[in-house]
């Protein structure tokens, strides 16, 4: 099996232009499209976990909004949701704050592990096991 191989761009070819009232083919929506007016927003880390309470989203619900309900049916971290979704953690932390506030989500804080076990515990475990 060879490789593909790559096509050579061709550097003298103008890219097509626009008509009038049309958006530049490719470019994506601005964020403050997507996210909406900037306001008070929820303390949310990249490892807070968010959960859908309905997976069914509102008939208002915009795309994105409607995306993340369905992805957060398993709990889900707010850096995941922002690779699922390709969109920044800024525009994450605002849509976020929507959906708790109409309480169709619940943020979690991350479970955090002892550092260690204790070793007097670990011994007795062990020596447990080598008497069977």
């Known amino acids: 099996m060879t490789p593909p191989q790559r096509q050579k761009r061709d550097?003298?070819?103008e890219p097509a232009k626009p008509q009038e009232g049309e958006d530049k083919p490719?470019?994506?929506e601005r964020m403050y499209v997507v996210a909406g007016p900037d306001g008070?927003?929820?303390e949310l880390d990249l490892v807070t976990l968010i959960v859908?309470?309905?997976t069914d989203p509102p008939p208002s619900a915009s795309p994105e909004q409607a995306a993340l309900l369905r992805l957060c049916a398993a709990p889900l971290s707010?850096?995941?949701l922002s690779a699922y979704l390709h969109l920044p953690f800024s525009a994450m932390g605002v849509l976020l704050t929507e959906l708790l506030t109409a309480e169709l989500v619940q943020a979690?804080?991350?479970i955090v592990r002892k550092?260690?076990?204790d070793r007097s515990l670990l011994e007795a475990v062990?020596?447990?096991l080598q008497r069977l």
């Open 52 to 54: 859908a309470r309905a």
């Open 115 to 117: 550092a260690r076990s």
């Open 78 to 80: 707010v850096a995941e």
């Open 126 to 128: 062990m020596n447990g």
């Open 40 to 42: 008070e927003r929820a």
């Open 11 to 13: 550097l003298t070819a």
């Open 108 to 110: 979690r804080a991350p």
């Open 26 to 28: 490719g470019n994506p």
